[in-house]
């Protein structure tokens, strides 16, 4: 599917490309352009840079780069139809309704959106128009939830019937097949039949960022388990890539520059009712790589609200090991024994809370804290407990100097040596494999590579350098097929558009590695329009072409030369070749 280079070009000059990044990266100002932790690979140090002069992205870590539809592509798994309907309803351009409905998967996930916000208006329904549902209206106050609540998370109520939804759902159009993929009905042990899912559970909508319903969860009213169950995947859902309530938090997270992590839906709308905006819930999961992505799209801090058992808990906080790993810092509230956040602010309040949140503890001393509470560190036994507790931690905090404090703190608190420790460290590390990214950025880069980068930049930004370079090399003479590929597409612009521009050349290509490279080229490289210094540039490409070609015809001559050789009799052919190749050489004047 093509889109107009007028229609895609109208998007992107609507859409700035930092206010989109900065829904999903932490960007800070950095000289002309913005710069945060890349989004695309695990890196505690910010190499990603956007441009809002180019409107272009690139990481000099992984390499990843591109203009605004190559983001939403690689970040959100879209498709460029996708990437293009997204950004179009953002900025409030028009698409052709042909276009719109050749996209199969765009349909089938809108029709999933379109059944899940179905299925949530029937519980909500439920909760207010039966028996049972009005009884948990009562009981969700008697729990401190209130009407606002109840009503901006759209909660509901799925009935005790085994095939209620399934019902109402088939007389609205859906086939068991499209339920069953919705995850919103299964089939029964009885062979035909099919039950609903959810069944006697308050029911708690689960949101897109963008605010869209993508999935359930369900908890019981009694002591039965499992407490609480979620959807299961389906297209548009997935519990390790999303976090309730950020849809609604994450305004607030930016602002405040910290997000509160508790554990259940109960604890979100508590909290949030308490006006502490900026919580979400990880969806009954330890946090996931994917979920700590998603925060660091917002902030760079995160705060610990778990229940006082749970936090308790060293399982559970092992996790939490990947926030660090992930550059972020992270404090941890203890709470009293027997409290989660929502006991805590409707017993104690606002205050009280806010004082927890202000006493918060860095991971390490909470763990410390635990371990310390759990084994004895009068003795040895105890000791190495809680070294052996506190490794995990220690090896995946990224900064020298903190290490070092760090662990001169343990040594001075345990009584033991730093270096005790540090060996300890070491030994640790060396038992696992380093699933760290190693990016090694080469400097070896040959003088003709880096002339056709240059080179290749000039002509994106200057349509007259562009057409004074092709009068003087073609896109054949460029080394790198992927350097071939985009001169040949700026050539076709020039033709067609008589002018170049940067990011329809992108659209162009339509390649991921294309992109890449330009975005890299336009972000790292010091353009020059220099007449002496581009004509010194294009010597050294027509310079190392003639050296090739003088190698590929010493090579021929050799074969050849051995060849007539072997040969008792000389083929006139290879004859004719060779003194071709001798003259060729000759006229090269190269000695």
């Given amino acids: 599917m093509r889109f107009s280079s007028d229609l895609l070009e109208e998007i992107r000059n609507r859409c700035d490309i930092v206010d989109i990044i900065s829904e999903y990266v932490h960007l800070k100002p950095a000289g002309k352009g913005f710069k945060g932790l890349c989004p695309f690979h695990g890196e505690k140090t910010p190499s990603f840079m956007v441009s809002p002069e180019k409107q272009l992205f690139h990481c000099f870590g992984c390499g990843e780069g591109g203009n605004v539809f190559n983001f939403l592509m690689k970040y959100e798994k879209f498709s460029f139809f996708e990437a293009v309907e997204m950004l179009a309803k953002k900025s409030g351009v028009s698409l052709p309704v042909d ?4 996209n199969l998967l765009y349909r089938k996930k809108e029709r999933l959106y379109k059944l899940n916000n179905l299925a949530a208006n029937y519980y909500r329904e439920c909760l207010f128009r ?32 085994w095939d209620a939804l399934t019902n109402f759902l088939k007389k609205n159009g859906y086939t068991y097949e499209e339920l069953i ?35 359930f969860g369900g908890r019981v009213l009694d002591d039965s388990l499992p407490k609480y169950i979620n959807s299961p995947e389906t297209l548009v859902y997935n519990k390790g890539s999303n976090l309730y309530n950020l849809n609604f938090a994450k305004e607030d997270i930016r602002k405040k520059n910290y997000i509160i992590i508790v554990e259940g839906y109960t604890d979100v709308l508590i909290t949030q009712q308490y006006e502490f905006n900026n919580v979400a819930a990880s969806l009954g999961t330890a946090l996931t790589a994917k979920q700590i992505d998603l ?70 001393d909470y763990k410390l804290k635990l371990l310390y509470s759990n084994y004895s560190v009068k003795t040895i036994e105890g000791k190495v407990k809680v070294i052996k507790g506190i490794l ?52 070896s880069e040959s003088g003709n590579i880096k002339a056709e980068k240059i080179l290749i930049g000039c002509m994106l930004e200057n349509e007259q350098i562009a057409q004074d370079i092709l009068k003087k090399l073609k896109a054949k003479d460029f080394s790198v097929l992927l350097h071939r590929q985009i001169v040949t597409a700026i050539e076709e612009k020039l033709k067609d558009d008589k002018a170049v521009d940067s990011q329809k050349v992108i659209d162009c290509l339509n390649d991921d590695e294309a992109a890449k490279l330009i975005s890299k080229i336009l972000i790292e490289e010091t353009m020059t329009f220099d007449e002496k210094i581009i004509s010194g540039y294009i010597d050294t490409i027509n310079n190392f072409k003639l050296a090739q070609e003088r190698k590929n015809l010493e090579k021929r001559a050799k074969i050849l030369d051995e060849k007539i050789k072997k040969s008792e009799k000389i083929e006139e052919d290879d004859l004719k070749e060779l003194r071709e190749i001798v003259r060729q050489l000759k006229s090269q004047n190269i000695n």
């Fill in 295 to 364: 925060i660091k799209r917002f902030t760079d801090t995160v705060l610990i609200a778990y229940d006082a058992d749970s936090a308790g808990n060293m399982a559970a906080l092992r996790s939490l090991d990947l926030l660090v790993e992930a550059g972020l810092g992270i404090k941890v509230l203890a709470l009293p024994q027997g409290y989660d956040p929502a006991d805590f602010l409707i017993k104690k309040g606002i205050k009280p809370f806010q004082s927890l949140i202000d006493r918060s503890l860095s991971l390490i």
């Fill in 130 to 161: 039966t028996n049972q549902g009005k009884k948990i209206i009562n009981y969700l106050k008697k729990r401190g939830i209130n009407d606002t609540s109840v009503e901006r998370y759209r909660l509901g109520y799925a009935p005790t019937g």
């Fill in 181 to 215: 993929k919705a995850g919103l009905i299964k089939k029964s042990k009885i062979e035909g039949k099919y039950i609903d899912y959810f069944r006697d559970r308050i029911i708690f909508p689960i949101f897109h960022l963008s605010g869209r319903v993508i999935g």
């Fill in 392 to 443: 995990p931690t220690l090896s995946v905090i990224g900064n020298e100097v903190e290490l070092r404090a760090q662990t001169k703190k343990i040594s001075e608190e345990l009584k033991l040596s730093e270096e005790a420790i540090l060996i300890e460290l070491k030994k640790y590390k060396r038992g696992f494999k380093d699933s760290s990214h190693n990016f090694i950025k080469l400097n």
């Fill in 99 to 102: 276009e719109e409905k050749e």
